[in-house]
């Protein structure tokens, strides 16, 4: 009678043992799955910027409608500078509502001009995207 228990009991430790197992492994396969996934976004957010792209597409629309004699320019009328990014950056908001308000609003920029309809795009575009220097 006592071997009757003893291999009733050893089955039933055996197959806890089994499931444990069974859960540990899967539980193993699981985090590794979602740790690849996890290495996936570190790919894109570390993958190199096109550094050109703001000075490439960006910038030129600046240089020739708002960092112009008398307005975004040292010694312009205006209260700070268009030639350097990192001012441009910290313009964002202000600058994508001034842009696109109608061209006879007085806060309209750049001021008694408009900006070409693929320029407007663009900026607008990239000012959607957070006005990064990078693409």
Not at 48 to 66: A, H, L, Q
Request: glycine content about 4%; aromatic content about 12%; some cysteine.
């Amino acid at each position: 009678m006592m071997r009757m228990f003893y291999f009733v009991m050893a089955n039933q430790s055996s197959r806890l043992m089994n499931r444990s197992v069974i859960i540990y492994v899967t539980l193993l396969l699981i985090i590794y799955c979602f740790s690849g996934c996890l290495n996936d976004k570190a790919d894109e957010i570390t993958k190199p910027c096109d550094s050109t792209y703001y000075s490439n597409e960006i910038k030129p629309v600046f240089e020739t409608k708002c960092a112009v004699a008398g307005c975004h320019v040292t010694g312009g009328s205006a209260p700070f500078v268009f030639t350097d990014y990192s001012v441009v950056f910290t313009k964002k908001d202000a600058m994508k509502y001034r842009i696109n308000l109608p061209v006879s609003h007085p806060d309209h920029m750049p001021q008694g001009d408009s900006l070409l309809p693929p320029d407007l795009a663009k900026l607008n575009s990239w000012l959607d995207q957070g006005a990064l220097q990078c693409k």
